[in-house]
C-alpha cells in the first residue's frame, strides 16, 4: 500500500506540473508582453517590436512596453524609432531607465551636452544607477575629460563593485594616456568580473601590438573573436599581428574570415596581397576583384590588380586601365604612381615612365625599390649615367636592392652592366 501511495502522490504532481506548465503557456500565449519579452531576451528584435505593438494596443499608457521596444529599435540601428520610443515611454512615466536609453541617441550624435543633461535626469531619478553614472563617464571620455571620467566611473564601482564595463573604462583612459600598465590592470579586471568581455580582451592585444609583442598580442585577439566573433576589428588586428609576427598564411586565414564578415573591399584588398605574396595567384587575382566589385573606387585595389597584371605580365591593357583610374583617385599616393610609371614601362614609353617614377619620387624619395624602377627606365632609354646614379640611391638606401637586381628577371640588364659591376666594387 505504501508503495502506491508513492505512485499516486508522485502522479498527481507531475499532473499538477503538466497543468500548471500549460496554463502558464496559455497566458503567455495571450499576453504579446511576455512573447515580446521572450523574443527581446533571444534577439529576436523585429518580433518583438510586433508584439509590443500589440501590447501597447491593450495596454496604450504602458510605458515598459515603449521603454524595450526603443532598446529593440536600437539593436537594429533605427534610431528615429528607438528616440520616439524612449521619449513616449518618458512622456507617461519618467524612469531612470528611459532617460538612459534617450541619453544613449543624443550620445551617438555626439550631442553631449544634451546626453548629459539626460543622464544627469537619470542619476536623479536613481541616485545608484551604475548604468548612468557609466555612460557619464563614457562622455567625458569622449570630450577628453578624463579626470571627470574616472569620478564617474569609480562612482559606478562604488555602487556595484563587479560592475566591468566601468573598469574597462578606466583601462581606455590608461590606454589613452600611454599608461599601459595601469591599462591592462583595468582591463584584466573587467575580464574578471565578465569573462567573456571581447573588448576587453581586445584592447590588451591593442597595447601588446603597440609594445611589439605580438604573441601575446594575437592570444587576446584570438580570445577576443571567440567571445564575440562578430567583432570585425579584433579579426582584422589579429590578422594584422600574424602577418608582422611572419606568419602570412595565419593572416590570410584570419582576414578570410574578416573578408566574409564584413564584405569590406580593404579587407578582400589585403587578401589579395597575402595570396599574392604566398604566389598563390589564382586566389590573389579573385580577391582584387572581390574587392572592387565591392568598391569600383577603391584605389588600392585598383593599383593592386593593376600591379599584379603587371608583374604576372597578362591583361596588360587592363593592368593599364587599372593604373590610370587608380591615378586618377588617388595621385598623391607613391606606390599608385609607380604602378602607372610601370605600365608605362611595360607598354614601352619609357620617357612617360621616367617622368612618373620622378613624381612618385617627389612624394617619397626614401624608397630604394622606386629608385630601382627609375634606374631601369633610364636604362631602356639609354641614360646611363642617370641609370647609375639612380641604382646607386637605391642601394645606399637599401641594401635589399642588390638581391632584388640579382633575383628579379626584370633587372639582368642592370645586373650585366658595367655600371653595376663598377658599383659593387
Known sequence: MKRNKKVVVLFIAVGFIVLSSLLIYAIFKLNPYSRAGYCFRHNQYEKAIKLYKKALKLNPEHSNSYYNMGICYY???????????????????????AYNGLAVIYQDKEDYDKALSLYKKATNLEPNFPNALHNIGNVYVEQKEYDKAV?????????????????????????????????????????KYNPNFAEAYYHIGLVYEVQNKYNVAISNYKKAVKYDPRLYDAHRRLGNVYYYNGNTAKAAEVFKKSANLSSNSSDYNKLAFLYNEMKIFT?????????????????????????????????????????????????NDCDIVDTLAYAYYRKGNYNKAI???????????????????????????????????????????????????????????????????????
Do not use: W
Open 283 to 331: 586566389e590573389a587575382e579573385k580577391s582584387y576583384k572581390k574587392a572592387i566589385n565591392i568598391d569600383a573606387n577603391n584605389p588600392s585595389a585598383l593599383n593592386g590588380l593593376s600591379y599584379f597584371y603587371l608583374k604576372q605580365n597578362i591583361n596588360l591593357n587592363k593592368a593599364f586601365s587599372l593604373a590610370q583610374k587608380a591615378y586618377d583617385l588617388k595621385s
Open 75 to 97: 539593436n537594429i540601428e533605427l534610431y528615429n524609432e528607438a528616440k520616439e520610443c524612449f521619449e513616449k515611454s518618458i512622456s507617461i512615466k519618467p524612469t531612470a531607465l
Open 355 to 425: 617622368s612618373l617614377y620622378q613624381e612618385a619620387l617627389k612624394l617619397d624619395n626614401s624608397i630604394g625599390e622606386i629608385h630601382l624602377h627609375l634606374a631601369l627606365a633610364y636604362f631602356k632609354y639609354n641614360q646611363a649615367n642617370e641609370a647609375f646614379e639612380e641604382t646607386k640611391k637605391a642601394i645606399e638606401l637599401d641594401e635589399k636592392m642588390i638581391d632584388e637586381i640579382n633575383k628579379n628577371k626584370d633587372y639582368q640588364e642592370i645586373k650585366n652592366s658595367t655600371v653595376f659591376k663598377e658599383l659593387l666594387k
Open 151 to 191: 569620478v564617474y566611473y569609480k562612482k559606478a564601482i562604488e555602487i556595484a563593485p563587479k560592475f566591468a564595463l566601468s573598469y574597462y573604462g578606466l583601462g581606455r583612459i590608461y590606454c589613452d594616456k600611454n599608461e599601459y600598465n595601469s591599462a591592462i590592470h583595468f582591463y584584466k579586471i573587467a575580464i
